[in-house]
């Protein structure tokens, strides 16, 4: 069996996140599906690239990207950096042939996605995207059940993330929530954005709004400094699907009292399922076919127990009655990159997906500025 050499470009959370995926990969699964070692970590300074390879046991620390993407020792490249920094590191790993794992979203901005689907016109590679919410158990039931016509035609659908964060005016301005990282629109709306997709097809048309809590806020360096705030805390869509069923997504970090609260319904002729992501371990679906007589029939909404069942090569660890997270979201998430890698599939979802995600960003961002609809 081949032996694969991993690259982390970005060692702040979500490199961590990454990192804990391989690190734990064979506990949840057996056989994994290739073998895989993290032996470079890039950040930007030399302390903090130091400090990233020593806690993963990786070989080397750098501090330029391009000593990971153009290094042919390695095989696959991580891409975990600030948003707005993602284009030139990702755009050399498939220049170079790169196995590509590319944390959301994908770039800054959609004329930086269009320059990465030229990039893709001779590439080779697997390459995904990390969109781990399609990895709950939960969502990947829904997706079956959708497919085996259990809500029948989708006829409307709500979905949104909700962070609590940005409620308080005393909260610092952190990068994600500036211009260059996207604001709300690409760190929260953008997992719920690839949702509706996988989960009820294609967008036909767009119309947002966003807020802006608080034209100030501190300083991160200095909390005694106060910084205009650039970009916005929530994003409210109306979606019209060209299946023609038509939809709520929200993305919003002003939601007082939650924490990382993921929200899905989808109401259709014959059913309906709706999941919380604070309730990993079920499902809820509402069969409109069962009989509803005598004195309510069947009818009702039912749990499905989902946690922590995961198909094989998933050896059932930690067991069903034992509390899943948000963790184990994204070791799924890269076990599918990586059985897609050993079986010589091009990755799903894609950097395609990517690109698709970034114009529904880009529509919802025009649409807000401009208060229309915006056709997809």
């Known amino acids: 069996m081949k032996f694969y050499k991993v690259g982390i470009i970005g060692f702040g959370f979500i490199g961590k996140v990454h990192a804990f995926g391989y690190r734990n990969l064979p506990i949840y699964y057996d056989p994994v599906p290739l073998?895989?070692?993290?032996?470079?970590?890039?950040?930007?300074?030399?302390?903090?690239?130091?400090?990233?390879?020593?806690?993963?046991?990786?070989?080397?620390?750098?501090?330029?990207?391009?000593?990971?993407?153009?290094?042919?020792?390695?095989?696959?490249?991580?891409?975990?950096?600030?948003?707005?920094?993602?284009?030139?590191?990702?755009?050399?790993?498939?220049?170079?042939?790169?196995?590509?794992?590319?944390?959301?979203?994908?770039?800054?901005?959609?004329?930086?996605?269009?320059?990465?689907?030229?990039?893709?016109?001779?590439?080779?590679?697997?390459?995904?995207?990390?969109?781990?919410s399609r990895f709950f158990s939960a969502v990947m039931r829904a997706r079956q059940l959708i497919d085996e016509g259990f809500v029948g035609e989708v006829l409307e659908y709500r979905c949104g993330l909700y962070h609590g964060g940005s409620a308080d005016p005393r909260a610092p301005l952190k990068w994600k929530l500036s211009a260059a990282g996207g604001g709300v629109i690409a760190d929260l709306a953008s997992h719920a954005l690839d949702l509706v997709h996988y989960l009820v097809g294609d967008f036909a048309s767009i119309l947002a709004a966003t807020k802006t809590a608080y034209a100030q806020r501190p300083s991160v360096e200095d909390p005694s400094r106060m910084v205009p705030v650039d970009a916005e805390d929530c994003v409210m869509l109306l979606a019209r699907m060209k299946s023609g069923a038509l939809g709520?997504?929200?993305?919003?970090?002003?939601?007082?009292?939650?924490?990382?609260?993921?929200?899905?319904?989808?109401h259709g002729?014959?059913?309906?399922?709706?999941?919380?992501?604070?309730?990993?371990?079920?499902?809820?679906?509402?069969?409109?076919?069962?009989?509803?007589?005598?004195?309510?029939?069947?009818?009702?909404?039912?749990?499905?127990?989902?946690?922590?069942?995961?198909?094989?090569?998933?050896?059932?660890?930690?067991?069903?009655?034992?509390?899943?997270?948000?963790?184990?979201?994204?070791?799924?998430?890269?076990?599918?990159?990586?059985?897609?890698?050993?079986a010589g599939k091009p990755g799903n979802p894609g950097l395609e997906q990517g690109i698709y995600v970034q114009e529904l960003m880009d529509a919802a961002r025009r649409s807000a500025a401009e208060s229309r609809w915006i056709g997809i």
């Open 35 to 132: 073998e895989a070692r993290i032996t470079h970590v890039a950040t930007s300074r030399p302390e903090t690239a130091e400090h990233g390879r020593r806690l993963v046991g990786a070989d080397r620390a750098v501090t330029d990207f391009r000593e990971i993407t153009e290094n042919p020792e390695i095989d696959i490249v991580h891409i975990c950096t600030p948003n707005h920094l993602h284009k030139n590191a990702l755009l050399s790993a498939i220049r170079h042939g790169k196995h590509i794992y590319c944390d959301k979203p994908l770039v800054a901005n959609l004329a930086e996605a269009e320059e990465v689907r030229a990039a893709l016109a001779g590439y080779r590679g697997t390459a995904q995207m990390t969109f781990q």
């Open 248 to 266: 709520h997504i929200e993305g919003t970090k002003l939601a007082t009292g939650s924490e990382d609260e993921l929200r899905v319904e989808i």
């Open 269 to 342: 002729t014959r059913g309906a399922l709706r999941f919380n992501g604070m309730d990993p371990h079920h499902l809820e679906a509402y069969d409109a076919t069962a009989p509803d007589q005598p004195i309510g029939g069947m009818r009702g909404w039912t749990h499905i127990d989902v946690g922590q069942r995961y198909p094989s090569p998933a050896i059932g660890f930690p067991s069903p009655k034992n509390t899943m997270g948000w963790l184990r979201v994204h070791v799924a998430c890269l076990s599918n990159f990586l059985q897609d890698l050993a």
